[in-house]
């Protein structure tokens, strides 16, 4: 079992950039596919982006270009950078762990973290 803790989140303004980190403890995230998910007020939990094994990627489209998600099994750690943000891009946001090949849903995944809060004002 693995335990996922964000950390990063902040308060931007449009435009600026933040990097968000998810530090893993309990298990290797090298086990592990790991993804970004974000959750707005009022709407569903939505994919980010997620990283494989083999350190593939994969983006929502409406964050390609703009977030980069990267992994540094030695630290244990999975980052999300932020560039560009937008408002629309306020949300709590979660690191996951799946033990699947590839995972683009929530439900693919087996452990969650508590989430970071970023917040980006026009």
């Known amino acids: 079992q693995v335990q996922l803790v964000e950390s990063g989140g902040g308060l931007v303004q449009t435009g600026e950039s933040l990097r968000l980190s998810c530090a893993a403890s309990?298990?290797?995230?090298?086990?592990?596919?790991m993804g970004w998910f974000r959750q707005a007020p009022g709407k569903e939990r939505e994919f980010v982006g997620v990283?494989?094994?083999?350190?593939?990627?994969s983006y929502a489209d409406s964050v390609k270009g703009r977030f980069t998600v990267s992994r540094d099994d030695a630290k244990n750690t999975v980052y999300l950078q932020m560039n560009s943000l937008k408002p629309e891009d306020t949300a709590l946001y979660y690191c996951?762990?799946?033990?699947?090949?590839?995972?683009?849903?929530?439900?693919?995944?087996?452990?969650w973290g508590q989430g970071t809060q970023v917040t980006v004002s026009s």
């Open positions: 996951a762990a799946s033990t699947r090949i590839i995972a683009t849903t929530s439900r693919q995944y087996d452990y």
């Open positions: 309990g298990r290797t995230i090298s086990s592990y596919v």
């Open positions: 990283i494989t094994r083999s350190v593939v990627t």
